[in-house]
């Protein structure tokens, strides 16, 4: 009675036991594993399908994002296109009125100017009249009381010296 020869009865009640734990086995744990299994092969499937879905809607919502994305960049183009020909159309506005108003200075100050030099020279011709009577008066000893004819010789004397200027 050694394992290579088993007691029969013991050979015969343990294939017994072996056949009624595999049948058990097979009748009531097999179909519950197999069912757990299929369920989670038919969760992970609707994980997976679920993920694709997910991914689509992703992929989706990232090309509109990218496309209001870029109509907005197309859009501030536009918009930075129309500041900057504003800006010039503002510029040379602006350019176009200084300039106005720079002719109109210089034109008013050319008027001042010259209206001023008439009344200097004026002056200066009276002054002048006057210092050369009184130089005039102080070398013949006697103070000359003939401004009519003092002023006509000035005149002459400044007609002179503005025809020799032109000239």
Not at 158 to 166: G, H, L, Q, R, Y
């Amino acid at each position: 009675m050694g394992p290579l020869k088993p007691n029969l009865i013991e050979l015969i009640l343990g294939l017994i036991a072996f056949f009624a734990v595999f049948a058990t086995l097979t009748k009531v744990l097999l179909p519950r594993i197999e069912k757990t299994l299929a369920e989670r092969e038919e969760v992970t499937a609707g994980t997976l399908e679920r993920a694709e879905e997910f991914r689509l809607e992703a992929q989706r919502i990232h090309a509109e994002y990218q496309a209001e994305l870029s109509a907005a960049r197309h859009e501030a183009a536009q918009i930075r296109q129309a500041a900057h020909e504003e800006g010039a159309t503002l510029l040379a506005a602006v350019r176009a009125e200084g300039q106005r108003a720079r002719e109109e200075l210089v034109a008013a100050a050319t008027v001042q100017l010259e209206a001023d030099r008439v009344i200097a020279e004026a002056e200066l011709r009276e002054d002048v009249l006057g210092l050369a009577t009184e130089l005039a008066g102080r070398i013949i000893g006697e103070p000359l009381t003939d401004v009519d004819r003092a002023r006509a010789i000035a005149d002459e004397f400044f007609a002179n010296t503005e025809a020799n200027a032109k000239s």
